[in-house]
């Protein structure tokens, strides 16, 4: 299973940018499909997740309605649109693939598959 994850970059306080994560390798629609951030020194964090096809999504409290997940099926790929973004979202963005049970869905070590991350900075 190979996810590739892109779309990071430098924005401003305010900025928006959207995160894509193409999966191959596995029946993308019977996973769930996840995002976490880190930075360093810290632990890895949760951001949101989407579960398997038709399922429900969930987000960090810090999302705060800012963050949207979504998913394209039929292209195998996960996406993460980041609107209001604020100089504490700079991080290194993870996507993930797996199948953690609903109470373990912000656990990291619940995830099987990871993406090599991608650089969100916001400058204030």
């Known amino acids: 299973v190979q996810l590739q994850a892109s779309g990071g970059g430098l924005v401003q306080t305010g900025g928006s940018l959207r995160l894509s994560c193409a999966a191959a390798g596995r029946t993308f629609a019977r996973y769930a499909m996840g995002w976490f951030r880190q930075t360093p020194g810290k632990e890895r964090e949760f951001v949101a997740a989407?579960?398997?096809?038709?399922?429900?999504?969930h987000y960090a409290d810090f999302v705060k309605g800012r963050f949207t997940i979504s998913r394209d099926n039929a292209k195998g790929t996960a996406y993460l649109q980041m609107n209001s973004l604020e100089p504490e979202d700079t991080a290194v963005y993870y996507c993930?693939?797996?199948?953690?049970?609903?109470?373990?869905?912000?656990?990291?070590?619940?995830?099987?598959?990871w993406g090599q991350g991608t650089l969100v900075t916001v400058s204030s």
């Open positions: 993930a693939s797996g199948s953690p049970i609903l109470s373990q869905i912000n656990n990291w070590l619940m995830w099987d598959y």
């Open positions: 989407s579960r398997k096809s038709g399922g429900s999504t």
